[in-house]
C-alpha cells in the first residue's frame, strides 16, 4: 500500500473513487486529500494502474474515519479492503476506525469486526450505517 499524493490524478484512481462516491464529486474529493492535512489517501497498484484505494481522515485523537473504500471489480473477494484496513491500523494504530456506508457495504464492515448501527435514512430512501471498530493491538 503506498501513499497517493500527485497532484494530477491517476485515471484509475479516478475510477475506484467513482465507486465509493458519485462521479460528480470525485475531483473535489480527491482535491480535498491533497490539501488538507488531516487526510490521506492510500492505494493498491500493479505498476502505475491501482485497484483499490482507502481515503482516511484523521479526527480527534486516537480516531480515524474510512471516508473511501474501493476495490476494482476484478480484486474483490481477494480480502485487498481488509488488508487495507489492517495496514491503517498497524501504521495508525487508532484506538478507533469509523465509517459511515450503505445497506451494499454493511457486510464487508460487520465481517471485518466493526459493530453497525442504523442511522435511518439520511437521504430519501437510502439507509445510512454507522461502524465502529476498535482496534486491538
Known amino acids: 500500500m503506498r501513499e497517493i499524493d500527485s497532484k494530477i490524478m491517476n485515471p484509475s484512481v479516478k475510477k475506484l473513487l467513482s465507486y465509493a462516491t458519485s462521479a460528480g464529486k470525485v475531483a473535489g474529493e480527491y482535491e480535498k486529500y491533497m490539501a488538507s492535512s488531516n487526510r490521506k489517501l492510500y492505494g493498491e497498484a500493479s505498476g502505475d494502474?491501482?485497484?483499490a484505494c482507502i481515503g482516511m481522515a484523521f479526527l480527534e485523537e486516537g480516531i480515524c474515519e474510512i471516508r473511501h473504500i474501493a476495490v476494482s471489480s476484478e480484486q474483490r473477494g481477494k480480502k485487498v479492503a481488509s488488508g487495507m484496513i489492517d495496514a491503517i491500523c498497524q501504521l495508525y494504530q487508532p484506538d478507533r476506525v469509523v465509517a459511515e456506508t450503505d445497506r451494499q457495504a454493511?457486510?464487508?464492515?460487520?465481517?471485518y469486526g466493526f459493530s453497525i448501527a442504523s442511522l435511518g435514512e439520511k437521504y430519501p430512501g437510502v439507509e445510512r450505517f454507522r461502524c465502529v471498530y476498535k482496534v486491538k493491538f
Open 49 to 51: 494502474e491501482f485497484f
Open 106 to 111: 454493511v457486510e464487508f464492515y460487520r465481517k
